[in-house]
Nanobody, 123 residues
Framework: QVQLVESGGGLVQAGGSLRLSCAAS????????MGWYRQAPGKQRELVAT???????NYAVSVKDRFTISRDNAKNTVYLQMNTLKPEDTAVYYC?????????????????WGQGTLITVSS
């Protein structure tokens, strides 16, 4: 099937930058949308940014102009460059991908989530 492995989280001071990576592996036939979501303590998971296979992007208002999502289709990897981080960006960040995979000779749909990576922004 398909798995996602995230990397790049950690502790950063307000105003700093971090870059997250998320690599998909498995019997992938195609990946349509990839994206990043986050969940702060006591809050619901929310969309941060998404990107289509053609490069179309969508951002949450709260991160627009500070975060940049990109992807390398050849590597099945999505990135999130986060600049000017604020304490309110503190959350567990999850990668998400949807597409199709090979199940023997059958092509099936998938949607998977990464394990999550914690980002803590100190004031």
């Amino acid at each position: 099937q398909v798995q996602l492995v995230e990397s790049g989280g950690g502790l950063v001071q307000a105003g700093g930058s971090l870059r997250l990576s998320c690599a998909a592996s498995g019997s992938i036939a195609s990946i349509n949308a990839m994206g990043w979501y986050r969940q702060a303590p006591g809050k619901q998971r929310e969309l941060v940014a998404t990107i289509t296979s053609g490069g179309g992007t969508n951002y949450a208002v709260s991160v627009k102009d500070r975060f940049t999502i990109s992807r390398d289709n050849a590597k099945n990897t999505v990135y999130l460059q986060m600049n000017t981080l604020k304490p309110e960006d503190t959350a567990v960040y999850y990668c998400n991908a949807a597409g199709t995979y090979w199940d023997y000779l059958n092509r099936r749909y998938f949607e998977v989530w990464g394990q999550g990576t914690l980002i803590t922004v100190s004031s």
